[in-house]
Structure formats: structure tokens, C-alpha cells
């Protein structure tokens, strides 16, 4: 069995004063125990807001989720979320951030304290326990907010477009960083890009999502051995699977660039 | 053309020029006034010369008459200061965050915010006296309002990112406001008592016009019905100064109680 399922899910957004908006529309999902699931798709079509239903920070209209069975209702520490804007605590240091959620569980002091300074191992950031937010670049921001939701040890990561902010050599970096961590840990993740390589180079599935309303167009499993390295990227099977999905997303680019062609023309 | 020059916008300049520049603009005017009194231009009852002013500081400062006026209004300015700033902090905080609170807060500090407090003194007068509460009264007035507005507004800036991330990793809705909300607020909060605490020493003269018997408004008010211009002036220069240390003791607390905040 899955350890997420989404069924029939949608999402209609009703700002006031403006026309009603359908972010998801019937979007059905499985993630399986452990992998490492991708979904990529234009700007726009409802990524931020499928994560956002997962981490129990937006209701759905209507359809139904379960994380291993149970339904999903309202936010909850199984359910870590790495966001894409930098969300450290700025006034607490990288080891007070790490700790934060362990510490609203309950536990001694001296145990949140190793989880923490642990988590700041793993993602290579030994030596900045005591520094604040202010002090750190983007890439290591990022670092220390993977390893403040790994805190909890929850039992789905989620993932906005956590590289989405850094250029492109930092986020190569932290892409085989994150899939260090995930290897050793073994974790299920369910990751948000834009960006097609991001996207296999991580994923054991991708879905493909279509442009406004949103709804998943094609999954694709990634069958690329692990651990993948460098070489990876550029090997025939990633070429493949690149072209599959670039293809996908050209058309969703065009139909989404073609609604506002239309309006454009109705208005003038 | 350089756009690095002196003359170029948002460009920054050495230390020993902006040293310069203040010091020259200060320095013309400081001429300026003694050319106005020393040269015969202005009578003494219309502009007292600096050293005037000079002598009048320090006779008042031998007789320690100047502590005590300083004493009266630093007494008046930070009683009404704390009274004012004491709720205001919790209330803006929550009226930028929750609707509710703001949909019953906005309407009052809407139509307050236009009143001059000067306009309210008659009432406060018929209501608590001449003493020194209608002179706190004055300043938590001039403040109090401000404060619940620019405060709600650094509060509705928190980032929503920030507080959806604790709901993820397990926070409640009051641990979401005690350790997240408030504490994002500090550094936009200091910032904002610092601005109204200056706005409170505007207040003073106003604060002291009614039965006062010492405090600086009051020196300066009661030097005007003998055209004493030098202590009048005394009584300007000494509320400028005192302005002057609280905004500097205020930014040294933001800087040692704050320094995680990025923008200092
Ligand atoms: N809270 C909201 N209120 C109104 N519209 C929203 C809200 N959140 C998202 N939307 C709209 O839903 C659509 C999908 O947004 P989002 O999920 O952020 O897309 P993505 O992350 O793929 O760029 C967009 O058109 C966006 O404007
Ligand atoms: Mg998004």
C-alpha cells in the first residue's frame, strides 16, 4: 500500500472581488513507503497548493487524502515541509532551529540537542551550531531548514521548490546533498520543480503536471540506478527521459501562454 | 559621467565627508545666528545671542533648577510613554494578524488618529484634573494611537511562510503566536517605539500648557511671558538633547537585544 493517497482532489480558490480560480482539479496521487516521488510543472498550475493540501495548510474542496490510511485534517509534525523562501527562525541559532520541533514535543533538552547537532552533520554544516540565520548564505539557509523538518523524523518529507532561490552550482550541490540524506535515512519525500533535471535527476516518479486547472498529465518512473552522481545527467537513459518530459511541458507552456493570448485579443 | 560621484543618487561617500557636511550645516547656521544677534539685527527680547543662552544653561544648572524642570518632564514623557506603549505592543501585534481584532480596533484608532490631542484637552481636564495624569494623559494620547497602527502593520508583515513552517513541524495555534508571531514582531516593534518616543517629546509643551509648575514646556512657557528668549531657547536646546540620548539609548537596545536582525 501507498503511504500517500490523493483522490479526486480539488482545489477552487475564491479571491474576493475576483473570479473564482480551480488550482487542482481532480488530481488523484499514490506515493509509495520510501521513494522519492517529483512533480514538475509550469508556474502557476497548483504545485505550491498540492503540497500545501499534503502539510494540511489548505482544505480540499472536495475528493480525500490519507498519509497510511488516515485522513489527512490540519497541519502535524508527521508531515515536514521544506519551504522554497528562506524560513529559518532568524532569531534563533541554526541548533535552536533544528531543535524546535523536537523541543515542542517534550523531549530533554540534551536529546533535542543531539538530534540536532546530528542533522547539522548531515548536511555538512558542523561548526555553525551557534550561528544565526543572518549570517548564512542561501544554499546553507536551506541546509538547516532540510535538517530542521528531518528533526522530527517525520513520515513524509514535502519539498516547494527548496532550490528554486539559488543559483545553479549551489543547487547541484545541494541536489546530491539531499540525496546523501535521503539515502541514509530513507525517507518518502515528495519534492515540487520546475525544472525538468532537478526533477529526474532526484526522482524515482515523476508526474507531470498540465497547466491551469491543474491536474497530473503523465508519471513517469524513473528507472536511473542509484546512487546517481554527476554522470548521471548526462547519460542516454536521463536524455530520454528529459526529451519525455520536455515534450509534456512544452505543450502545457503553450496552452498556458494561450488563454492569456485570448484575453489580451477579448479585451482590446 | 560618473555615478559615483558626490552628486550621484543612493551613492555612498567617505566618513570624513558626511562628517564635513553636517558639521558645515550646522556651522552656518550657528553664524547665521551669531551674525543675526551680534551684528544689531535682532533685538535681544527676539533673539537672544549664544551667549545668552549660554549663561542662562548655566545659572540653572548651578541652582540645579534645570534637573528639576528635566526630572518633571521625563517623569511626564515616560509614564505616558509606558502607558501607552505597555498595551499597545500586544494589541497591534494581534490587530495585524487577526481579522477580528483589527475589524474591532480599526474604526477607533481610524478616527483617533486625526484628532489632535490638543483638542482633547479641555475634556481630559474635566475629567482628571490639572494635575500630572491630564499631563500623562497627553502624551498617551499622542502616542498610544500611532503606536496601535504602525505596530499592526509590522505585525501583518510577518512573512506567512515563516508561520506555516512552525504549524509543520508541530506547533499550535498559541505556540504559532508566543514563539513565532511575537517574537518576528521585536525588531519592527523597536523601531516603532523609537519613532513615537520622539513624537512623545513633541508632545511636551502641550503636555505642560495647562497648571504646570516645572518641566521644560513649562520654563519655556513661562520664559515667553517676559520675552526671555534665551530661556526659551535653553528649553528647546535641552528637549533636542534629551531627544537625542533616548533615540541613541533606543537604537543601542534594538542593537543589544536584536542583533539577530538582519536589518540594523
Ligand atoms: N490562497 C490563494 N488564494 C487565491 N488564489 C490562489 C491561492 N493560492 C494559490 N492560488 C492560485 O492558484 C493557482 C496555483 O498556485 P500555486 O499552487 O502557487 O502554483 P505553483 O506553485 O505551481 O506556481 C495560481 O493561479 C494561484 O494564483
Ligand atoms: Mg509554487
Not at chain 1, 551557534?130 to 536551506?142: A, N
Not at chain 1, 507552456?253 to 484575453?263: F, I
Not at chain 2, 513552517?165 to 514582531?185: D, E, H, K, N
Request: charged share 20%; glycine share 8%.
Amino acid at each position: 500500500m501507498s503511504l500517500l493517497a490523493l483522490d479526486h482532489v480539488t482545489v477552487r480558490f475564491k479571491p474576493k472581488g475576483k473570479p473564482e480560480v480551480t488550482a487542482l482539479d481532480d488530481v488523484s496521487l499514490r506515493v509509495a513507503h520510501d521513494t522519492f516521488a517529483v512533480i514538475v510543472g509550469p508556474s502557476g498550475c497548483g504545485k505550491s497548493t498540492l503540497l500545501r493540501l499534503v502539510a494540511g495548510l489548505e482544505t480540499p474542496t472536495s475528493g480525500s487524502m490519507a498519509l497510511d490510511g488516515q485522513p489527512i485534517a490540519g497541519p502535524s509534525a508527521d508531515r515536514g515541509m521544506v519551504f522554497q523562501s528562506y524560513t529559518l527562525f532568524p532569531w534563533l541559532s541554526v541548533r535552536e532551529n533544528v531543535m524546535f520541533g523536537p523541543k515542542l514535543k517534550g523531549l530533554p533538552k540534551a536529546e533535542c540537542e543531539d538530534i540536532a547537532d546530528d542533522l547539522i552533520r548531515a548536511v555538512g554544516l558542523s561548526g555553525f551550531e551557534r550561528s544565526f540565520p543572518k549570517e548564512l548564505s542561501g544554499g546553507m539557509r536551506q541546509r538547516v531548514a532540510l535538517a530542521r523538518a528531518l528533526a522530527n523524523d517525520p513520515r513524509i518529507l514535502l519539498m516547494d521548490e527548496p532550490f528554486g532561490a539559488l543559483d545553479s552550482q549551489t543547487r547541484q550541490l545541494m541536489q546530491e546533498l539531499l540525496l546523501e540524506v535521503w539515502q541514509a535515512r530513507r525517507k518518502t519525500v515528495l519534492f515540487i520543480t520546475h525544472d525538468i533535471d532537478e526533477a529526474i535527476f532526484l526522482g524515482d516518479a515523476v508526474h507531470v503536471m498540465t497547466a491551469r486547472p491543474g491536474r497530473i498529465k503523465r508519471s513517469l518512473s524513473i528507472d536511473i540506478p542509484r546512487p546517481r552522481d554527476l554522470d548521471a545527467l548526462t547519460s542516454p537513459d536521463f536524455m530520454r527521459y528529459k526529451r519525455e518530459v520536455l515534450h509534456l511541458m512544452h505543450d502545457e507552456a503553450v496552452l498556458a501562454a494561450t488563454p492569456r493570448r485570448e484575453a489580451i485579443r477579448l479585451a482590446s | 559621467m560618473s555615478t559615483r560621484s558626490l552628486f550621484a543618487p543612493k551613492v555612498d561617500i567617505p566618513r570624513g565627508a558626511a562628517l564635513a557636511l553636517g558639521a558645515g550645516s550646522v556651522g552656518v547656521l550657528l553664524g547665521f545666528w551669531c551674525l543675526l544677534t551680534y551684528g544689531g539685527f535682532t533685538p535681544p527680547d527676539f533673539l537672544a545671542a549664544p551667549d545668552k543662552v549660554l549663561a542662562a544653561g548655566v545659572k540653572r544648572i548651578g541652582d540645579l533648577s534645570l534637573f528639576r524642570h528635566i526630572g518633571s518632564s521625563l517623569t511626564v514623557i515616560l509614564s505616558g510613554f509606558l502607558l501607552a506603549s505597555i498595551p499597545a505592543v500586544p494589541l497591534g501585534i494581534l490587530m495585524g494578524s487577526f481579522r477580528a481584532v483589527q475589524a474591532a480596533i480599526e474604526p477607533i484608532t481610524g478616527f483617533m488618529r486625526y484628532i489632535p490631542v490638543s483638542a482633547l484637552i479641555p475634556l481630559l481636564i474635566l475629567w482628571i484634573g490639572i494635575g500630572i495624569e491630564q499631563k500623562i494623559m497627553v502624551i498617551f494620547l499622542g502616542t498610544f494611537f500611532q503606536q496601535l497602527i504602525l505596530i499592526s502593520d509590522v505585525s501583518a508583515r510577518v512573512s506567512k511562510d515563516l508561520i506555516d513552517c512552525a504549524y509543520t513541524l508541530g506547533a499550535s495555534r498559541r505556540q504559532v503566536v508566543q514563539r513565532i508571531l511575537f517574537p518576528a514582531c521585536m525588531p519592527g516593534v523597536m523601531d516603532t517605539l523609537r519613532v513615537t518616543m520622539g513624537w512623545a517629546w513633541t508632545y511636551l509643551v502641550v503636555a505642560e500648557l495647562v497648571a504646570a509648575d516645572s518641566g521644560l514646556g513649562y520654563m519655556i512657557l513661562n520664559a515667553m511671558r517676559g520675552l526671555f528668549t534665551d530661556v526659551i531657547l535653553l528649553g528647546v536646546f535641552t528637549i533636542g538633547v534629551l531627544g537625542l540620548i533616548t533615540d541613541f539609548l533606543f537604537k543601542l537596545l534594538r542593537q543589544r537585544l536584536l542583533s539577530w536582525s538582519a536589518d540594523l
